[in-house]
């Protein structure tokens, strides 16, 4: 599929989440999340992270530089959302859409050497940055239904439920 339609997906549901939880409230950032032992605040930290996750991955690639997702591996991923889960509901919300947009920023910006490059994931698996739209659209739409505010499996985009569903029947035949 081409790359230019999963930005546009992945900038639609970003558009999406960030009304979702515009109107949340900071008791509503405190309740359970679909996620076992995490709150709505604690996806929240995790959306915002692994933006910037992602933005490191693009300002390393830029650089010719295979960079890691998390510095600190999977440790200091948990470490950071956990760290952020708490704050205020201003707070989450302005770190969400802080990082979309340096996000969508860093996509706008990359060169097709940066396209070309690869990032390592917190398990230590390489990805190619050309990957990283889809897996960030992954992120945002499943963490949307995790919320536990109204979507689900069936407000899922069509694009996007055709694209995991080939990279799902891809990864079972291997």
């Known amino acids: 599929m081409d790359l230019d339609d999963q930005v546009v997906g992945c900038a639609a549901s970003h558009q999406l989440l960030l009304a979702a939880i515009d109107d949340m409230t900071q008791e509503q950032c405190r309740e359970p999340s679909l996620l076992?032992?995490?709150?709505?605040?604690?996806?929240?930290?995790?959306?915002?992270?692994?933006a910037m996750s992602h933005?490191?991955?693009?300002?390393?690639?830029?650089?010719?530089?295979?960079?890691?997702?998390?510095?600190?591996g999977y440790q200091a991923r948990?470490?950071?959302?956990d760290s952020h889960a708490g704050d205020s509901q201003k707070?989450?919300?302005?770190?969400?859409?802080?990082?979309?947009?340096?996000l969508e920023g860093?996509?706008?910006?990359a060169s097709a050497q940066t396209w070309a490059g690869s990032g390592k994931q917190a398990t230590g698996a390489l990805i190619p940055m050309h990957d990283i739209?889809?897996?960030?659209?992954?992120?945002?739409?499943?963490?949307?239904t995790d919320l536990g505010i109204g979507y689900g499996f069936s407000t899922w985009p069509e694009l996007y439920?055709?694209?995991?569903?080939?990279?799902?029947?891809?990864?079972?035949?291997s």
């Not at 948990?78 to 959302?81: H, R």
């Not at 707070?91 to 979309?100: H, I, N, P, T």
């Open 133 to 144: 739209v889809f897996l960030r659209w992954r992120e945002v739409v499943i963490h949307l």
């Open 78 to 81: 948990i470490a950071g959302i």
């Open 36 to 50: 076992a032992d995490w709150t709505r605040g604690h996806v929240l930290s995790h959306l915002a992270r692994n």
């Open 161 to 173: 439920v055709r694209m995991e569903l080939g990279r799902q029947v891809q990864m079972w035949a």
């Open 106 to 109: 860093a996509w706008a910006g």
């Open 55 to 72: 933005v490191h991955l693009f300002e390393c690639a830029s650089r010719g530089e295979v960079g890691e997702q998390y510095p600190g």
């Open 91 to 102: 707070d989450l919300v302005q770190a969400v859409r802080q990082s979309v947009y340096a």
